[in-house]
């Protein structure tokens, strides 16, 4: 069975995901957002389908801006059903202004999103999928995994004879700290 390295490589639409983005550090609460809405909305799909979407996903819900989605109202929430440039389910859509709400919270609490995954920082997934499930909607354990990993809060993301596994490990993820250099072999 191929790794996710392979496959990606040279996909129009895995590859850059792959080359630039997943397992690398992010701080930026847009960004974020953006994954956990992202990998919430993969729930029972494929990602080629939500990256294909990923342009959609921007534009409906405000480039990801947190404040703009917590304070949808139930107009909002009846446009987003109705776009055909996202995934139309209620749950997803509820849990992504629920989320956004509870991220714009962490500011008070934390000092934003990534500050509240830096204090928690390190647990090991199953602790990660407890938390998440009592802090978001619509967290079980394979969508926190995915997207701790995204982050580059958990070892995975890419083998460690891909070059781009180099390229994360010179930037000192979060997961370095905790499993020392842990990931797909």
Not at 72 to 98: C, G, H
Not at 113 to 129: D, Y
Request: charged content about 30%; overall charge negative.
């Amino acid at each position: 069975m191929s790794s996710y390295c392979e496959f990606a490589k040279g996909h129009e639409l895995h590859g850059p995901y792959h080359d630039h983005e997943y397992g690398f550090p992010v701080e930026d609460e847009s960004q974020l957002f953006e994954r956990l809405l992202l990998e919430i909305n993969q729930a029972g799909l494929n990602w080629e389908l939500i990256l294909k979407k990923r342009k959609g996903f921007r534009e409906a819900y405000d480039d990801f801006d947190v404040d703009r989605v917590a304070d949808y109202s139930q107009p909002d929430r009846e446009r987003l059903l109705t776009d055909a440039r996202i995934i139309r389910n209620k749950l997803k859509v509820n849990a992504a202004i629920v989320n956004a709400q509870v991220i714009r919270g962490m500011r008070d609490s934390h000092g934003g999103f990534a500050h509240w995954l830096k204090a928690h920082h390190p647990l090991e997934k199953e602790e990660w999928v407890k938390l998440f499930k009592k802090t978001f909607k619509f967290t079980g354990g394979e969508i926190t995994g995915e997207f701790l990993m995204s982050i580059g809060y958990l070892p995975g993301p890419h083998r460690k004879d891909c070059p781009v596994f180099t390229q994360i490990v010179q930037l000192n993820p979060p997961w370095m700290d905790h499993h020392g250099g842990l990931t797909h072999e």
